[in-house]
Every structure is written in C-alpha cells, then in structure tokens.
C-alpha cells in the first residue's frame, strides 16, 4: 500500500468560528490524530495533558495533548483529542479517528472510504 493522503477539516469543538483544512497522511500505525503546534493555535484549542509517546524505533517522549476539534473527512465528523508536535510535523490520522468515524483505507485508489458493511452512518462496535 503507497502513501495515502485526505484533506481533514479541523474545527473548535467550543469555538466553531476557528477551523482550517489540512492535508493529513492516514497513518495506520498511529494511535491518535496527530497536528503541528501552529495549528492547534490557529484553531486556538487548549492543551489538556501531558502524554507519553513511543515511536517506531523506539525512542520515547512526552508530547502535550491538546482538544477538543471536530474532525471531518470523507462526510464523517467527529470530536477529538490531538497529540501537538513540533511546527513542521505532518497532521497525521490514527487509528482512533479511523474507528470512531468507521472509515477504511482503500489501498487501490489510496484513499479513505466508508466502511461498506455501514455506508450510511459510522457503526460503533461495543463488544
């Protein structure tokens, strides 16, 4: 599967006036959605809390985690916490928002899709 990319409206949760559109990379290895600093300023969110982070060879660190925005792609919205990186950083989609939105990755067309079992509305497992 290649790189796969999907504009992601963000917006305050609390402040709908402040929202910007950014160009994210679905990253499947990713936990949770994943913005540069400048953004969570833009959107003027509030850092929440302090969370650890591993990365994929193994170095750890301490990144703040900043909330709420509403994040929306592919016609599914929902309300999200955001670990904050350095400006620079790529926005990332992780797993949480993939479930929570019920979205799927088509690795032919590389996009993101509606899960076809619940086109119409995300289904929540609860098991």
């Known amino acids: 599967m290649g790189k796969v990319n999907e504009k992601l409206k963000l917006t305050n949760a609390f402040d709908p006036r402040r929202n910007v559109v950014v160009d994210a990379v679905v990253d499947t290895g990713a936990l949770m959605l994943v913005l540069p600093l400048a953004v969570a300023r833009k959107l003027k969110l509030r850092k929440m809390r302090q969370a650890g982070v591993r990365y994929a060879d193994g170095r ?68």
């Open 60 to 127: 750890t660190s301490t990144k703040s985690v900043y909330g709420v925005v509403t994040a929306e792609v592919r016609g599914r919205a929902g309300e999200f916490d955001a670990l904050v990186k350095e400006n620079g950083t790529q926005p990332l989609i992780g797993q949480i928002l993939l479930e929570q939105l019920d979205l799927i990755v088509d690795p032919k067309r590389r996009c993101l899709m509606p899960n076809p079992q619940s086109p119409e509305i995300p289904m929540v497992e609860i098991l």
